[in-house]
């Protein structure tokens, strides 16, 4: 972790060079991490457990006590940008949310309408406000400015105060046994998928490029598919889904893929937002993160490991990425569920067979989507 250093003599800084070479052994930021690996898990190459000391999470009151001004950038298309979500939640300041890929703000912006920022411009005016006092409106602004996607031409970028914004709703579309999924009770039953490997959900360089163009059906041939009615009228889509999945397997735990997809009338299907769990790390925790924001949180600890009971409904429950995206009229919602594919590691002692995963619908194991569904008559800002 680094040992501080008071004073280093001249001439040459000869700590300074040795702390140099030393850095020449120093891991890779995904070498970190075992494929495996609990949250308390130490890694022996480097003597501590990476995601539980490096996370801000564990001194998350000394930022929000610290007096340190936070802005919070995140994009559509990065894995991280509930987490910029969760850290303005918890510590304030400003948040930025826009139609990017990772760090695709600093090389032009996207091309998306309207999908162009001025981040140069953007981090001036904070830092001549929070670091020189200049009062350049910077702080008069609401907080949060975040882009919807296929919203109108002009309206793309909208203000709010907080997030989630005003006027979210949460209904529940609950999964049938017939691949379905609607409001209101579902009828009681199941869904058997038998696990297989080549699935690949996202295009070169993995989740760090959640913008998927194409058109979903050949991938979600491969997957158990879950499809809503056709909507009557546009809805907005702002916030963060959550999924509540009653399964069990013919193994004792399992990979889970969920992608939230638009079915378009003429039958294409378009990425709209994805999310995964493992099942053995279904506890949930209280008093947590990401309690503001309503979301399931794993601790995900050695001790809070729990296997799949065979043969009974086990409850999986986890979010998908944060989304604003404008779902037309005409279009179907979709889940495409699937527990395996290319670019992910099984659970340890996976079997060569591949395993059959039972989906559990109705009842008092009735799986569903919860949806952030923003109210059409909001004020827009």
Not at 306 to 312: A, N, Q, S, T, V
Not at 328 to 355: D, V, Y
Request: charged fraction near 25%; proline fraction near 9%.
């Amino acid at each position: 972790m680094g040992t501080p250093v008071d004073d280093d003599p001249a001439p040459g800084y000869p700590q300074a060079a040795e702390a140099a070479k030393m850095h020449r052994f120093n891991l890779g930021f995904l070498e970190q991490h075992d494929p495996n690996m609990f949250r308390d898990t130490v890694n022996p190459k480097i003597g501590y457990a990476p995601n539980e000391d490096i996370p801000v999470w564990s001194r998350m009151d000394a930022v929000r006590y610290g007096h340190a001004e936070v802005y919070s950038s995140g994009a559509w298309f990065d894995p991280g940008c509930t987490g910029q979500i969760l850290a303005f939640a918890h510590w304030g300041g400003k948040l930025l949310l826009g139609p990017w890929r990772h760090c695709e703000v600093y090389g032009g912006g996207s091309d998306l309408p309207d999908g162009s920022f001025d981040w140069v411009e953007e981090h001036l005016r904070f830092f001549d406000r929070v670091l020189k006092g200049i009062d350049n409106g910077s702080k008069d602004e609401p907080p949060v400015y975040y882009y919807t996607v296929g919203a109108p031409e002009g309206t793309q970028w909208r203000y709010a105060a907080d997030f989630p914004v005003d006027g979210q709703t949460q209904p529940e579309l609950k999964f049938t046994p017939a691949g379905g999924m609607a409001e209101g009770a579902a009828p009681e039953g199941k869904v058997e998928y038998v696990t297989r490997e080549d699935i690949s959900l996202f295009p070169g360089f993995g989740r760090l490029n959640r913008r998927i163009e194409g058109d979903m059906n050949e991938n979600d041939a491969k997957c158990l598919l879950f499809d809503s009615a056709p909507l009557e009228k546009p809805i907005e889509l702002t916030g963060v889904p959550v999924i509540e999945l009653w399964l069990s397997s013919t193994h004792t735990d399992c990979n889970i893929f969920a992608a939230l997809e638009e079915v378009l009338p003429d039958g294409r299907s378009r990425f709209l937002t994805e999310g995964e769990a493992r099942a053995s790390h279904r506890a949930l925790g209280r008093g947590t993160p990401r309690d503001p924001l309503g979301i399931p949180y794993h601790p995900s600890r050695a001790s809070d490991a729990r296997d799949l009971i065979p043969g009974k409904p086990n409850l999986v429950t986890f979010n998908l990425e944060a989304l604003s995206r404008i779902v037309g009229a005409g279009s179907k919602l979709r889940i495409s569920l699937s527990f395996g594919g290319n670019g992910f590691t099984q659970p340890e002692g996976f079997p060569a067979e591949m395993p059959t995963v039972t989906v559990y619908t109705g009842g008092g194991a009735a799986s569903l989507l919860r949806l952030p569904v923003i109210a059409p008559t909001v004020t827009k800002f």
